[in-house]
């Protein structure tokens, strides 16, 4: 197929020609960052949160007195209690966070008491020896917490927790070129913070992209928070009692003293249901980003076949012509196949321009990351796949005018 | 010859309306994904106070100095010393102080269980100030502030819940244990984004329940539920150490009418810093801001990126739209030229036939707008699941945005049909006749 | 009623100048019937396009009805195409999507005249031409002697000075043709103006005066000696 003639052709269609290859250059800028939205999105939906998801539950337990310390202590005490004895419950422990929340507690992790730039930025998980156990974590060195090493804290009090268990994460981040364990850090403690254990994977409680550089970047100390507002309560259940112990852990809770909170709306929350909270707006974005792109590529494609529908419609003397001169039925499809693949491409040397443009922009003023160049490649074989499909059904009409069209009038 | 122009338009799009159709189509759908996203994005970035935006202004303090600051600027919150000198100095006509507190509430009937309400520690300015809308009875002055008096003011949720919405100004509460005066009830009342709250808060959710004299919430040591941010070695023990520490999390607000206070102000909290900074409390130069509602919001970027990304999408994707839609209007009227170059010749001038492509336009604008609305009805069904639930409960259908869809959707396709249109226009009315 | 003096008309293109009328002197009477004839590519329906405001000239001086034309606008152009001006085409160019009193009623649209006086013209006019019934007919659904008198209806219903047709009866069979000139010489002698491009002698001969042209000019053909050999000039210098 000579390309001279079609670009000659083209030339005297130039507002057609240019709006179809600037549709193709937008649809492509639109659909790689889309696409690249949507891949980010989707892997953020699936980070680990490190814990045993599928029998997880938990319980945000406010107080409706004001408790001392001490009270506070007592009552926390004899409610893991009252849990652990229910039938399908296999540990308890009490935090003042946990993984995915939506909301961290985090304290800059320094390595010297007077360090003025943190080296992290760690999620502060404050747990007794059941936390990890409960949890599921996985403990991959040293050791779990002790009983006795667990401390009380009240309200705007300030215990000094002398150990911590990490994630892989943060030891990786504190001390890149050695075993972290036995090692110490700083997090906002007058005194040093020794690690005597590192677990796997530990999410933080946060969701967010101001601490994406410390994803995964979480520990965990000793303490009981025992502040007169409330605490959380994280279950952990034999495999299929979850939903039983669900209804059964806020009656019992009740029953035990009823001065407490458990918000109807959100008190109690399977971590199904909180890992679906958490990322409410990513699985938005990708779903919106999906629709449009659908959209996006439905509506260029319909345009293809419009406007090169008319062009068929306007040349049917010239097809006929060129029927009558010999041209067979693959010529004639080959043409504007051909025609559309030319300007497919010149649309999409722009598309690829504006798809980076597009980028740039989001990434200076909304924090999107660099769209890699796989995606721009990938959008290309789309939208020439898209253009060909579209223009199949044109052309082949077009290879149907009889030659008998050449002696009629225009 | 506007409705000649109009019977012309309609039969017209009649005769293709494959064609047709895909217009409508693309023109209802770019104008739906712009509306649904801009109907949360103006819910999330307007001016929640616009009466008084200009005159209400957050001191900021850099209490925390180089190198443990926001990257140099000062952080957004003020601790307690220098919250509570602010308010000693009276440099501005009015002035609060805010934080969020979570209080337990006992329903009357004895054998119910306790409710948690969420609502605000604040001083007696802030009613005023915001001009928040009374119910029944009103705030309490600064003197109840300086009398540490157990006062609160119930919004109106929050006195339906508890009172049956009934007047319960002069009646006692007991929140937490003990004992409050409510002197007053709000009307319906809660500005989104919540500009005062938006260092602390996201900035949208249900309304609060209360609002708590802040002094004495600060005796009974009730502790602040929002944010709070700490800096260096946490050493301090117990409430009063806290107060005394250089955690942040008191939200200031000082009204200013004039720029002259305002400069003013500023002048105030330069020395005020630089008084620390002699005194040997801050070692570093004053390091002050001052801005107004509408920077803060900024500042704080309150707009959720999601609702500026799928904004900026949608919108390119009706960009894109109305280009399909630019290239299949020229291919209809160019598939007329011949009637076009009849009429001129008959006698019609280039501007009305110009007139009759637009008015076409038009007709096909219109169509995709009524489309566009049904599209944006069902869409703003389905927000809850494009968004976060508190700010996907913002977006709202209402009669601007009715409008703003079928303007919006009739304006976009006859700017794209002005070139079609034009080159129809430019056929030459000689053409037909040679052409035989 | 239509007088051209050292009319010309260039057509330029990147390589040629061509000229399609040179010097150019034509002057049609009030109520004339005069036939153009000359042959294919003669410039004859240059001549036509221009007398009919369709296109502009290059030089010379063009009154039509006592107004010199050449430095109208393109309003006052489609001004006098729609009041002074009537067409009848060889391809009766109806608008396919108009039935025919819609297509009479196009130009009364332009002149912005009212509904009944609009409709009391059509139909009038189609009484004329004998389709009448026909009013909510589609062109198609007409024989082409028959859409041939919706054209004449559509150019008499504005009661245009001057009625130019080019070939009006090229496209129709003998019979057809012959009531269509019935018609023309019908309203000619009502006192219409008419200008009447063709090709065919024995049409030009119903006319009451023939005008020859040749090579873009007009020529006396009893002393022109080109006469004899006009049919084989080059008559691909000038644009067709």
Same mark, same amino acid.
């Given at each position: ?15 057609? /020609? ?31 949160? +490190? ?30 209690? /009252?849990?652990?004895?229910?039938? +399908? ?119 967010? /992209? ?196 050449? /002696?009629?009038?225009? | ?12 799009? !009649? ?5 047709? &159709?895909?217009? @409508?189509? &693309? ?30 202004? @957050? ?11 926001? !990257? ?20 501005? !006509? ?77 009646? !006692? ?11 007053? @009830? ?67 607000? @000082?009204?200013?009418?004039? %720029?002259?206070? #305002? ?49 900026? #999408? ?8 109305? #280009? ?12 007329? &030229? ?25 007709? #096909? ?10 599209? %944006? ?35 976009? %396709? ?10 129809? &226009? ?11 | ?27 049609? =009477? ?32 063009? $009154? ?49 005249? =009212?509904?009944?006086?609009? =409709? ?16 909510? $007919? ?49 309203? $000619? ?22 005008? $020859? ?28």
């Amino acid at each position: 197929m000579h390309i001279q003639p079609i670009l000659a052709a083209l030339r005297r269609h130039k507002a057609g /020609t240019v709006l179809i290859a600037l549709q193709i250059a937008l649809t492509l800028a639109i659909v790689c960052n889309a696409l690249f939205i949507i891949n980010q999105r989707l892997a953020h939906i699936d980070e680990p949160s +490190g814990v045993d998801e599928a029998n997880l539950f938990v319980i945000a337990n406010q107080w409706g007195e004001q408790y001392s310390t001490q009270e506070a202590v007592e009552r926390i005490e004899q409610d893991l209690v /009252t849990l652990r004895q229910l039938p +399908g419950v296999q540990d308890v422990t009490s935090s003042n966070n946990y993984p995915i929340r939506g909301i961290s507690n985090d304290n800059f992790i320094t390595m010297t008491p007077d360090q003025r730039a943190p080296t992290s930025d760690a999620a502060y998980y404050m747990g007794d020896a059941n936390f990890v156990r409960t949890l599921g974590l996985k403990l991959i060195a040293g050791r779990d917490f002790r009983p006795e090493e667990v401390q009380n804290q009240g309200l705007r009090q300030t215990v000094d927790p002398s150990v911590a268990i990490i994630s892989k994460a943060m030891a990786t981040k504190l001390f890149p070129n050695s075993d972290a364990l036995g090692k110490h850090f700083y997090a906002m403690t007058p005194n040093p913070i020794t690690v005597i254990g590192i677990v796997d994977v530990l999410h933080r409680g946060d969701v967010s /992209t101001w601490s994406a550089p410390y994803i995964g970047e979480s520990m965990i100390v000793p303490v009981r928070p025992a502040d007169p507002y409330g605490i959380y309560y994280i279950v952990r259940t034999k495999p299929g009692q979850l939903a039983a112990a669900m209804r059964a852990a806020p009656k019992a809770l009740y029953a035990e003293n009823r001065m407490r909170m458990i918000d109807p709306k959100d008190g109690l929350l399977s971590f199904a249901q909180v890992r679906h909270r958490a990322f409410e707006s990513d699985r938005g974005m990708a779903i919106l980003m999906s629709i449009i792109c659908i959209v996006l590529l439905a509506i260029t494609a319909a345009g293809i076949i419009g406007l090169t529908s008319f062009w068929v419609g306007q040349r049917r003397r010239q097809i006929g012509v060129r029927r009558a001169l010999g041209a067979t039925h693959r010529d004639i499809m080959q043409y504007f196949m051909t025609e559309n693949l030319l300007i497919s491409l010149g649309g999409l040397a722009i598309g690829v321009v504006l798809a980076f443009g597009l980028n740039l922009w989001l990434h200076i003023h909304l924090e999107l990351k660099v769209l890699p160049l796989t995606y721009v490649l990938g959008g290309t074989v789309i939208l020439l796949l898209l253009g060909q499909g579209a223009v199949f059904a044109p052309a082949l009409r077009a290879s149907r005018v009889p030659p008998i069209e050449a /002696t009629r009038p225009a | 010859m506007f409705t000649y122009y109009i019977q012309l338009g309609l039969r017209s799009l !009649k005769r293709n309306p494959a064609l047709t &159709a895909l217009m @409508v189509m &693309a023109i209802g759908f770019g104008v739906s994904a712009s509306m649904i996203t801009y109907s949360v994005f103006r819910a999330v970035s307007g001016n929640p106070i616009p009466e008084k935006s200009s005159q209400l202004f @957050v001191p900021e303090i850099d209490s925390w100095g180089p190198g443990l600051n926001e !990257k140099g600027e000062p952080p957004g919150a003020l601790n307690y010393v220098d919250a509570m000198a602010l308010m000693r100095a009276h440099q501005s !006509k009015r002035m609060t102080l805010i934080y969020q507190i979570g209080l337990s509430t006992l329903p009357r009937d004895a054998d119910s269980v306790p409710v948690a309400s969420n609502g605000y520690a604040v001083t007696g300015d802030f009613f005023t100030m915001f001009d928040v809308p009374f119910l029944y009875g009103s705030g309490w002055s600064t003197a109840d502030d300086d009398a540490r008096a157990a006062d609160v003011v119930l919004s109106r949720e929050f006195n339906q819940r508890m009172f049956g919405g009934a007047n319960s100004v002069g009646q !006692k509460i007991t929140l937490s244990g003990h004992d409050y005066r409510i002197v007053g @009830v709000t009307k319906r009342w809660n500005p989104s984004p919540r500009f005062y709250d938006a260092w602390g808060g996201s900035g949208f959710g249900d309304p609060p329940d209360f609002y708590l004299l802040l002094n004495r919430a600060l005796d009974l040591h009730t502790d602040n539920v929002g944010r709070n941010s700490c800096r260096g070695a946490i050493t301090y023990n117990g409430w009063d150490q806290y107060l005394q520490s250089n955690c942040i999390w008191l939200m200031p607000w @000082v009204e200013l009418d004039t %720029t002259s206070e #305002v400069a003013r102000y500023r002048n105030f909290l330069e020395s005020y810093s630089a008084d620390q900074q002699r005194a040997g409390r801050f070692g570093w130069a004053p390091n002050v801001r001052l801005p107004d509602v509408m920077t803060w919001l900024d500042v704080q970027h309150i707009v959720p990126p999601e609702s500026r990304i799928s904004l900026i #999408v949608a919108m390119s994707f009706f960009i894109i739209c109305l #280009v399909n839609t630019i290239g299949l209007l020229l291919a209809k009227f160019m598939r007329r &030229a011949g009637e076009i170059g009849v009429r001129r010749a008959l006698g019609a001038t280039r501007h009305e036939i110009y007139a009759q492509y637009l008015v076409e336009a038009a007709a #096909v604008g219109l169509t995709g707008g009524l489309l566009g609305l049904l599209l %944006t009805a069902i869409g703003m069904s389905g927000v809850g699941l494009l968004f976060e639930p508190e700010i996907a409960q913002l977006a709202h259908m209402d009669l601007s945005l009715i409008g703003l869809t079928l303007v919006v959707a009739i304006f976009a %396709t006859v700017a794209a049909a002005f070139y079609p249109a034009w080159r129809a &226009a430019q056929v030459q009315p000689a053409w037909q006749l040679k052409s035989n | 009623m239509l007088k051209m003096t050292h009319l010309s008309k260039v057509y330029r293109t990147e390589v040629v100048e061509t000229y399609a009328l040179r010097d150019f002197n034509i002057n049609v =009477k009030e109520g004339e019937f005069v036939a153009v004839t000359g042959p294919s590519g003669s410039g004859k329906t240059t001549f036509l396009t221009i007398a009919g405001l369709l296109e502009t000239f290059t030089g010379g001086e063009y $009154h039509l009805d006592g107004v010199e034309v050449s430095n109208l606008d393109d309003n006052a152009r489609s001004k006098i195409r729609n009041e002074k001006i009537g067409f009848i085409f060889q391809a009766f160019n109806l608008i396919p999507d108009l039935n025919v009193f819609d297509n009479v009623e196009v130009p009364l649209r332009y002149r912005g005249m =009212k509904g009944p006086e609009r =409709k009391e013209r059509i139909m009038s006019a189609l009484e004329r031409v004998g389709l009448a019934s026909r009013a909510k $007919h589609y062109p198609a659904e007409l024989s082409g002697g028959q859409q041939q008198r919706v054209a004449i209806a559509r150019a008499l219903a504005g009661t245009p000075r001057l009625l130019l047709a080019d070939e009006p009866t090229g496209n129709l069979d003998t019979q057809m043709a012959r009531g269509v000139l019935e018609l023309l010489e019908e309203i $000619h002698r009502e006192g219409a103006t008419i200008v009447m491009v063709t090709h065919d002698p024995e049409l030009a001969a119903r006319a009451q005066r023939n005008v $020859h042209i040749i090579d873009g000019q007009v020529v006396d053909l009893a002393e022109d000696p080109r006469f004899h050999t006009a049919y084989t000039a080059a008559a691909g210098q000038v644009r067709s």
